[in-house]
């Protein structure tokens, strides 16, 4: 009798605590409700405070460290550490190029390698780049996002920071394509260490602007981390930039016109066809090439000197007083 009621309390308490457990998950969801919350991010409440932990780690541990190493250390020697793991991030990037299908970039990548390795001292000197090699960005959720896996929701990574259910495999992945994973460990930590000293030196500039800007950190650094990878993921396709082109300006004799431009005569690319303001002086007459108001200056007439009579603006001097008096 009395081992029977001891099992009924032990199952009673079995059901009161997972009642416990669906309540408390359940206020926590209802904590990210609301008009405002981002549909991308339902764990909004779990990563404020990985956020808050992360931030309050890099105040008082990560920036000092990388503000000491700022201030105690050469330019060129902070630049060579920056080229030298940089050097070893282009093996993630030659692999997930080359997992992408990316040939062309996957090909630069791996002679940005070759020749940063034995023409750059190991990667100290970045000679890639003014060759004409560009820097890729990649890394493998970039290349599950490239096969159409979503992002799904965003996530915020204790010590590692944002990231996202997809870009949380990027940790785990392309550990095994660094070549310092494969180095003793009496070396390989030293070296992560000071390749996360270098990054946080990189972004001190970066941060203190942020401090004094944004007035929700957490939000600012949610959205920007997921328009970056986002940008990353498509290559900024879908962004163009406007046609700045002055109205009436001519390419120079002998050049040949861009594709889509308006052939001699017509207003294709000027400023008013693309739908901006026009910013043409109003005191300023049309007139046709030769002279001003239609008539053209005869060979023994001098041309006006004066800004009213080109139509301009007169800015003369109220108190100057004319020559001779």
């Given amino acids: 009798m009395k081992s029977g009621s001891t099992a009924l309390t032990a199952r009673a308490a079995r059901k009161l605590g997972i009642s416990l ?30 956020f808050t932990f992360n931030d309050t780690l890099d105040t008082y541990v990560a920036k000092p460290v990388a503000q000491f190493y700022v201030d105690y250390t050469p330019s ?23 997992l992408q299908l990316k040939i062309t970039d996957a090909t630069q990548d791996l002679m940005r390698i070759a020749m940063n390795s034995l023409f750059g001292i190991g990667g100290l000197i970045d000679v890639a780049s003014p060759a004409g090699l560009p820097k890729h960005h990649q890394d493998f959720g970039l290349t599950l996002g490239h096969y159409g896996v979503a992002s799904g929701p965003y996530l915020v990574l204790p010590l590692l920071g944002p990231s996202s259910f997809r870009d949380a495999t990027t940790w785990a992945v392309d550990w095994r394509v ?15 260490g000071v ?29 920007a981390y997921m328009q970056r990878r986002q940008y990353l993921l498509t290559g900024g396709g879908a962004a163009t930039l406007p046609d700045y082109g ?36 109003p005191g300023a007459a049309a007139s046709p090439a030769g002279g001003v108001g239609g008539k053209s200056p005869a060979p023994e007439e001098s041309a ?6 080109q139509g301009l603006p007169q800015y003369q001097d109220p108190a100057a007083q004319p020559a001779g008096k």
């Fill in 21 to 50: 457990m669906i309540a408390g998950a359940l206020a926590t969801a209802g904590c990210a409700t609301g008009p405002d919350r981002n549909p991308k991010d339902p764990l909004e409440p779990m990563n404020r405070k990985i």
């Fill in 76 to 98: 060129p020697f902070r630049t060579a550490v920056s080229n030298f793991f940089s050097n070893l991030g282009d093996f993630s990037n030659f692999a997930n190029n080359l």
């Fill in 178 to 192: 660094n070549p310092l994973s494969y180095s003793e460990a009496e070396i390989r930590w030293p070296l992560f």
């Fill in 195 to 223: 390749n996360f000293v270098s990054a946080r030196a990189d972004l001190i500039g970066a941060t203190d602007l942020l401090s004094a800007a944004a007035l929700d950190k957490y939000a600012f650094v949610r959205d």
């Fill in 246 to 281: 002055d109205e009436g300006v001519s390419a120079p004799e002998g050049a040949s016109a861009p594709e889509g431009a308006s052939a001699p005569g017509e207003s294709g690319g000027g400023s008013k066809e693309q739908g901006l303001p026009s910013y043409v002086d």
């Fill in 304 to 309: 006006p000197s004066s800004s009213k009579a």
